[in-house]
């Protein structure tokens, strides 16, 4: 280890030097006496991407509040709320990047606490004029900017009582959502969403909360109290397991509340207004995805009977239409294990959702049968649905619970719903064996031209491996890049390796995941990733369906 005054001492003298010189910084470990940094990365010139710079600060020295990280949890929550500390300070610095924040508590590389202190991973522009070094600016950079920085932002002693209230409110915070999170296991609910709660967003490109949006207040009829460890008693409504139908005017509130519902599957952080909702983790939003690649995925269950005697049980398409690709998500979804559905008919393919009885009298060779006349076969078998719907009530009598919305307020219109529908719920044809055939995978590397490997995400829009890319456009629920990053690495392995050693698609992604989650540099082969963000399996899953190189048998 060396001193911090020799790292100054030596950007100094490499002042003029062309670029590469910096590369003398590599493989040392230097001592700024509260805090320990090293450079995991030096790009190659000025135009490369940032340097990466890794930065450890032993628990002593941040001073955090006592009892507030002794559990996992807790630590990746303080993490979360450490990393948006220094984000703050390094906001108007030009040379010192880390990775973007949303609004969502999540575990990433880029701030990591653990038993012996905090670790800082974060980029750094080593500045040049042209491709030679200006040394004095570099030692500047690293004699006050970096230090100042990683100072304001891990320093609780001196941070000031406001500091350690905020740390311990967003602690809390995550706390209580996971404490919410496992209720509704325990009570066999899909979904929970606090009284009080503001789920509006600012704008289509704000994820922050509306201001005078207004604030939710279940209906009598599902309201539940739960009994939080750091709020204390809170009231909303609990969403049971089974058929839920969201109904009501246009821009009265029906898409706002599931999008609430399908981002309610992270913690959010104190003040976003959704921070004491909760979804089942593995939930997924369902839509049609015209031109998306399928493959080998079992779509029987809504598709078969085709012109030409196609085989829908291993169904594959470079170009799918809106319902088949929106059959092949459904159908994805539960090989993968996700027990909920969240679905919206403006983003769905009308002849996928429903068929009305004049259709069907007229047109009697039809291949699709409709989701509505799947809804409760696949309530019976543990999957369970919300479905936003407006423009029809066909879904009415296979309903358990009916929300209205009218400018935003919900009321529970599920007795109303059955009279008009002339029924109360009806059991749904159920059929042998499994939902969907569970696909075999084999190795599939992704083609590569020449000798560069590529493994990046194009933000949350797509993953790349070396030229193929790979739409993750509609997976809603991939909400930040480190994300995305994380599964482009994902796949690398499951392309590569995972696939031909498990019997099946849905083991491998398993076997990935639970790497991922036990320790997230392990997807990567970079030293010290430091934009990789925790990924949810079912989202790996996805992205490997619309692999168009994905070979299964």
Sequence with gaps: MRDADQLISTLHRLDANSYGAYKRLRDDVYDYGDFTLEFTRIQSDPYAPPSGVRVRVPLDVLALPDGLVSTEDERVAAADHIARRFARVIAHTRDIALAPLGQEILERSSCRLDERGLELRFQVHLPARGRRILGHQAARLFDLDVPDAVFAACDFAEAGEDARRALTEHVHCYVDYLTIRATLAERNWVAFVADDAVLARASGISDAPMEGAVAFASPESTRVHLDLPHAGTVTGMGIPAGVTVIVGGGYHGKSTLLAALERAVYAHIPGDGRERCATDPDAMKIRAEDGRAIRGTDISLFIDDLPGGADTSAFSTDNASGSTSQAASIAEAIEAGGRTLLIDEDTSATNLMIRDARMRELVQAEPITPLVDRIRLLSGRGISSVLVMGGSGDYLAHADLVLGLDTYRVSDLTARAHDIAG???IPGEDRPGALVRDRAGRACPAPRHGKRRTTKAMATRAVVLDRTSIDISAIAQIVDPGQAEAIAWALRRLTEDELAQHATVREAVDAVAARTSANLDS???????????????????????????????
């Design 523 to 553: 997807v990567s082969e970079h030293t010290a990733p430091a934009f990789l963000v925790a990924p949810r399996r079912v989202d790996i899953a996805a992205a490997l369906s619309r692999y168009r190189g994905l070979l299964v048998r």
């Design 423 to 425: 029924a109360t719920p």
